[in-house]
């Protein structure tokens, strides 16, 4: 920020945590510079799903997506120039409005009382104001609980200048959050490539390939086996009969010990009913093949008795290849052709037989270590790259809230950088 002016004079807002204001501005309230309308509900005579020639104006709900409406309408009930403000969920984002559309669900609308430019504002409330909610399951925002709050209140040619600059800003650093974002999707793209030909082809370029006869598996080096499921791994399935074990949740991110003492979360009724778990067995979510997982257990304890234990019992076999190889199993959704169920409904599952019967590239063990060894280092390394990355991610988002913060409340001058 130390490229930036502050203004010339300050003086007290009145407003203990705002502090000072450029001697010129003033200090109002949401409710005496806007009109405030929570959206009601869905006009069925006048919606649909998509956009139509009749069916034009957009209808926003309470989301965060602010490019997503919830659909159409034919009769749009709020004009252009306004503010939305989520009142559910997440509450307390605002969206400038510059077209014609309706709002429905207790989503609330601000209208400038003057007509004037109001953008601004939408900076303003995201950037400084900590919106008071209802202590209810679901937080909310009413236009009583919106009203009072403080605003500053610039000159209505500074408003304009604030937004205009802040606009250009923003839009630089939410470049710079894009790209980053974008690589982070390429580092993800090729781990997961990486795996896939490492466990599949193996490390030698000019090894000699033969046909595995299996359609997801193509070519194999031509020394390696291919076998099923069940000559690779012994499914379990140990009551635990008692309390007192960790409970163990299968999550896209492995295995976890569940916290049962907060109460978050979906709990059971009766642990003891739960299976047994014990370090180095593989459990797997095969009730779920679009965001189940697999993982290989680090822990003793017990999980839902619906999911699927099992252990390597092929002896000239590595734990490691194989948990990367059923690991892929999900992200490339190898398993998914052998499922059954209500997919539209999340149950997806894998069954027994088809478990059992699924056919495996089986390379010499020493051969599945080094392959193991190969993908652990180098996922390190993406692991180090998408952290940084990440970070970077971070610094920018809060250079972005600081530069709005100092901006919107008169901290610094803005006035001779907007072209």
Sequence with gaps: MSCYKPYPKYKESGVEWLGEVPEH????TIGRVFDIKAGGDLKQEYFSEEKTKTAKYPIYTNTTKTDLPYGYTSRAYFKENTITVTGRGD???AVYRDHKYDAIIRLLVLSPRNGSYCKYFVYFINGVIDFQTSKTAISQLSTEQISPNKIFLPTLKEQTAIANFLDRETAKID???AKQERLIEMLAE???ALISHAVTKGLDPDVKMKDSGVEWLGEVPEHWEVKKFKYLFQIKKRIAGKLGYDVLSITQKGIKVKDIKSGAGQLSSDYSKYQLVRVGDYAMNHM???TGFVDLSQYDGVTSPDYRVFSLIHQKSSPEYYLYLLQMG????LFYPFGQGSSHLGRWRLPTEAFNEFLAPCPPKEEQEKIAQFIQQNLDRFDILTKKTNKAISLLKERRAALISAV???KI???GEVV
């Design 190 to 192: 090729k781990r997961q």
């Design 413 to 415: 001058d803005v006035r």
């Design 330 to 333: 999900y992200m490339n959704k």
């Design 175 to 177: 470049t710079l959050i």
């Design 408 to 410: 919107v409340t008169g």
């Design 91 to 93: 509450v307390g984002y």
């Design 288 to 290: 779920d093949l679009l």
């Design 25 to 28: 501005w003033g200090v109002s």
